[in-house]
């Protein structure tokens, strides 16, 4: 069933939608997703939810471009094109080495766990290749949103507010059955992907989202990530 991923642990409430807790607790990222678009209607409930997010001066900064359809597998195509050419194009630097000691044992947990998941070995390097380059293939999504934004100074805050922004579009998602994942993977070709849509210069782009019907099957859908204890993250003062 289309849903079960999600579904089978939570239950809907009376508004069909899962409960805010079910919603944040179930949501993960999905990294596989079945070839059924997301209907118009239920896409623009999500949308309508995401613009609830808080902003830094009240600036909602954010400009989504949606892709869909032919588009969207135009749009795939030019990306592994770019990615097997090495061709970036990022608008925001990111360099994973930069990641230390406790954050950098997490990230490379999760590296583990999706070449575990994807049946990839560690010193495969084509095969990880392959395995990476399933963020252009948008994890099979028949949809994907591009979060572009203005730029403000050194752009930390309005950082801070895209976050937000796709936050609540995924947990609006979550809680209709559906899943998302962010991509910063689609970041690194910023200027591929203005250009391929036709977006001005001054918007910038920060990550992707592709979104659909979670695909049980999906290997990409084995990876759990776990969380650090509550009391690892918060300090209490008093
Ligand atoms: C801003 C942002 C960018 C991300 N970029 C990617 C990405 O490019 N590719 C990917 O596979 N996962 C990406 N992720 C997903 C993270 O790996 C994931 O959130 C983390 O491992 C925790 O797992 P969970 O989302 O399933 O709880 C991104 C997450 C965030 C918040």
Request: overall charge negative; proline content about 5%; some cysteine.
């Amino acid at each position: 069933m289309a849903t079960q991923l999600i579904q089978r642990e939570t239950e809907a409430t009376s508004t069909g939608l899962l409960s805010f807790e079910d919603a944040t607790r179930v949501r993960r990222s999905i990294r596989g997703f079945l070839d059924k678009p997301v209907p118009d209607s239920v896409l623009r409930e999500v949308l309508e939810d995401a613009q609830y997010a808080p902003s830094n001066c009240n600036t909602q900064p954010w400009n989504t471009h949606v892709v869909c359809g032919e588009k969207l597998k135009q749009l795939s195509r030019v990306l592994h094109a770019k990615n097997d050419a090495g061709e970036f194009t990022p608008d925001f630097s990111f360099d994973v080495n930069d990641f230390y000691g406790e954050y950098r044992e997490r990230n490379n947990a999760l590296g583990k766990a999706y070449y575990e998941a994807m049946n990839v070995m560690r010193e495969d390097k084509e095969a990880r290749h392959r395995a990476g380059a399933m963020n252009y293939s948008f994890f099979n999504a028949p949809q994907a949103a591009f979060l572009f934004m203005p730029s403000f100074g050194d752009n930390v805050r309005v950082a801070g507010d895209m976050g937000m922004y796709g936050q609540t579009f995924l947990l609006s998602l979550a809680a209709r059955g559906l899943g998302g994942i962010p991509q910063t993977a689609l970041g690194f070709f910023a200027g591929t992907i203005r250009e391929f849509l036709g977006i001005p210069d001054d918007l910038k782009l920060l990550f992707g989202i592709s979104f659909g019907y979670p695909d049980d099957d999906a290997p990409g859908n084995r990876v759990r990530m776990d969380r650090v204890p509550l009391d690892t993250s918060v300090t209490f003062h008093a």
